[in-house]
């Protein structure tokens, strides 16, 4: 077999690992908008401090340590212990529910009712607010996030490859774990949506919040379990690129990763975010092994967004989005 065909094989599989993370951001976005009608600015951002207070948990960090000495002149940064990472994991998700609720009581329970643009500009102020609590909190020097996740090139697989294809398929093991882990979330997140009570009551409020208050559905109850299930992907998402590449600001701007995925697959739609984030991760990996040599690399940082612009002018409703016709 070829050797330029067996290495697009493997830029193909790497694409779909890629496109199950993407397709992971993607659903925080897609909940909070089913839910809500709220586009979330700062999911991207909630990934971020999920990841920071994960870090800051489990090497003991105080939080606010900056401030706290610079008012009490004191020089103590560190409790003196280390957390589990399992434990540490369930206590920052703790503060992503709280989050959540905050988010909801203070924030978004002011502004049922107003246009979208509203809600989407008092996303945009949380997500800046939320960075500005995440530096004070924890510091905004790059840190290392070990979960215990198991990391490096899968030799198994490149031996295995190699004896059948004479190549070897170089492949990291936490890509591995990472797209499991993601592919088991979407799967439950899918069932979740699609058979608990909670998930009809969720999709109940995203058609009509009138018919939902009707038979006795609570809104806010509604409101903020999507906003703590869309935490719970952004810690997900957080310990996934933070383990990879360090947790540091940058990580907020996985949330541009999504964007041109909602745009293929449809802002309402789960399936729809899975769709778009396989075919997002395969088209990027696949372009910039075919075209990327010939117009220099880096075709990875706009592809998606040139092919998100294509379906914004022909489809802009997404392949798996709903049709909206305004009468007037």
């Given at each position: ?150 990391q490096g090139i899968n030799l198994w697989i ?37 058979y608990t009570k909670q998930g009809r009551a ?127």
């Amino acid at each position: 077999m070829p050797e330029q065909l067996v290495f697009a094989m493997e830029v193909i599989l790497n694409g779909l690992m890629a496109g199950v993370l993407y397709a992971l951001v993607a659903l925080g976005f897609v909940l909070i908008y089913k839910a809500s009608g709220i586009f979330n600015y700062a999911q991207g951002v909630m990934a971020l401090f999920a990841a920071m207070t994960l870090v800051g948990i489990m090497n003991g960090q105080v939080p606010f340590a900056h401030l706290i000495n610079a008012i009490l002149g004191t020089h103590v940064h560190y409790f003196g212990w280390n957390v589990p990472a399992l434990l540490a994991i369930i206590l920052t998700m703790a503060v992503m529910v709280l989050l959540a609720w905050a988010v909801q009581r203070f924030v978004m329970r002011h502004l049922v009712g107003q246009e979208p643009i509203i809600l989407f500009m008092a996303t945009i102020g949380l997500a800046y607010f939320l960075e500005g609590v995440a530096d004070l909190m924890w510091g905004s020097e790059i840190k290392t996030l070990d979960v215990g996740l198991p990391q490096g090139i899968n030799l198994w697989i490149d031996e295995t490859t190699f004896n059948i294809f004479g190549y070897g398929f170089f492949i990291d093991n936490l890509d591995i774990v990472a797209t499991i882990i993601a592919a088991l979330l979407v799967a439950a997140l899918v069932a979740f949506s699609q058979y608990t009570k909670q998930g009809r009551a969720m999709r109940a409020v995203a058609d009509d919040h009138q018919a939902a208050l009707s038979v006795g559905i609570s809104l806010n109850f509604i409101w903020i379990m999507v906003w703590s299930v869309a935490g719970f992907v952004a810690l997900v998402a957080g310990i996934m690129w933070g383990t990879k590449s360090g947790v540091q600001f940058s990580l907020s701007l996985i949330a541009l990763k999504a964007l041109p995925v909602l745009m293929l697959g449809g802002f309402t739609s789960i399936p729809g975010a899975i769709v778009g984030g396989l075919i997002i991760g395969v088209g990027e990996k696949l372009f910039e092994f075919a075209i990327g040599p010939l117009v220099g690399g880096a075709t990875e940082n706009w592809f998606a967004y040139v092919l998100a612009l294509i379906f914004l002018v022909f489809r802009p409703q997404g392949l798996f989005g709903e049709k909206i016709i305004e009468r007037v």
